[in-house]
Each structure stands twice: as structure tokens, then as C-alpha cells.
């Protein structure tokens, strides 16, 4: 009984959603050169600077499935990365000989990419955008270990931007099949 209940529901779910225009993002009837994913697929991520770049570009070309080489691509994906740090947790102390010290306890790195999607032919621009990430860390006692977290957190940063540049171009190439 539970189960025909699941499925009653799911049928009304669907035709509820069909009737309402919603298409699935990846499966785009007649789509230029192909499915979404061929389309992403001819992706180029040109080479991004620093070990955070790096992990953003390989976090990109995962996503898109897309090309390491810039041969045969269609389209070139340039990515400029920005951080900024910004200490948002502060502690005070005061030591028994009444000095007051104080320390910073948490940090938030704010990551910021803007991209721009070209064809890799002509050069020509062809759509271009701005994603932003948060990641917060504490501070340990650790040099070593506050480290690691603050690299961590970034990197989570950097894969939650791919996600969302990825979703942004498909989302553009989308709208530009249903021209």
C-alpha cells in the first residue's frame, strides 16, 4: 500500500511537471553539435595561476568532462581567480600580569572567479560571468593543521564554483538552442 502510494505520487509529480514547461537542462532537443554533454565536452579550461587556480581548472575540466588540451576544442573557458581573506572571529585575554592579548580565531576566505567563454576559432566572445565562494575555517594551535583546514575549505570553495560555472554555461547553451 505504501509503495502505491509512492508511485501515485511520482505519476502526479511528473504530469504536474510536464504540464508546466519543464524540460531537463541536459537533455535539450535540438542542441547544436550534439547533446549538453558533447557541447560541454568541447570545453578547453585554459590554465588558471596558483595551487588554488590549479584545483578550480582540474575541478572544471572533471565537471565538463572537458578537454586538457587545447587542440580540437570548440570553445576556450578563461577563469581569473581572486581571493580575500578576512578574520571575522577575535578573542581577548587577559594574562595574570594584566597585559590583554588577542588572537584571531576563524577566518573567511572569499574566492571569486569571473569566467569568459570564447570560441576557440574566431576568438570571439561568447558569454562571460562572475561566481563567488565562501569558506570559513578556525584557527588552531597548529600552524600546520590551521593551514591544512584553510587549504581544505578553499578547495571546497573552488569545486562549489564549478559546479556553478558548469550549471551557468549549460544553462546559456540551453537558452541558446531554443533560438
Known amino acids: 500500500m505504501k509503495n502505491a502510494g509512492l508511485l501515485?505520487?511520482?505519476?502526479?509529480?511528473?504530469a504536474s511537471l510536464s504540464g508546466c514547461g519543464f524540460h531537463p537542462l541536459y537533455g535539450v532537443p535540438n542542441m547544436p553539435g550534439g547533446s549538453m554533454q558533447n557541447t560541454l565536452r568541447a570545453i578547453?579550461?585554459?590554465?588558471?595561476?596558483?595551487?588554488?587556480?590549479?584545483?578550480?581548472?582540474?575541478?572544471?575540466?572533471?565537471?565538463?568532462?572537458?578537454?586538457?588540451?587545447?587542440?580540437?576544442?570548440?570553445?576556450?573557458?578563461k577563469v581569473t581567480l581572486t581571493t580575500k581573506s578576512e578574520a571575522i572571529g577575535v578573542q581577548s585575554q587577559t594574562t595574570?600580569?594584566?597585559?590583554?592579548?588577542?588572537?584571531?580565531?576563524?577566518?573567511?576566505?572569499?574566492?571569486?572567479?569571473?569566467?569568459?567563454?570564447?570560441?576557440?576559432?574566431s576568438g570571439a566572445m561568447i558569454t562571460k560571468g562572475v561566481e563567488t565562494g565562501l569558506s570559513a575555517y578556525n584557527v588552531l594551535s597548529s600552524p600546520?593543521?590551521?593551514?591544512?583546514?584553510?587549504?581544505?575549505?578553499?578547495?571546497r570553495a573552488a569545486e562549489d564554483i564549478a559546479d556553478r560555472i558548469r550549471i551557468d554555461l549549460a544553462v546559456w547553451f540551453a537558452q541558446q538552442a531554443k533560438k
Open 96 to 121: 595574570t600580569s594584566g597585559v590583554t592579548q588577542t588572537a584571531i580565531t576563524r577566518y573567511n576566505d572569499t574566492l571569486r572567479a569571473e569566467y569568459e567563454l570564447s570560441d576557440a576559432r
Open 44 to 77: 578547453y579550461v585554459e590554465p588558471v595561476p596558483e595551487q588554488l587556480g590549479y584545483q578550480l581548472r582540474n575541478s572544471l575540466i572533471d565537471r565538463l568532462d572537458g578537454q586538457s588540451e587545447a587542440g580540437g576544442a570548440r570553445y576556450r573557458l
Open 8 to 14: 501515485l505520487f511520482g505519476l502526479v509529480l511528473a
Open 144 to 155: 600546520y593543521a590551521t593551514l591544512a583546514v584553510q587549504q581544505d575549505a578553499d578547495r
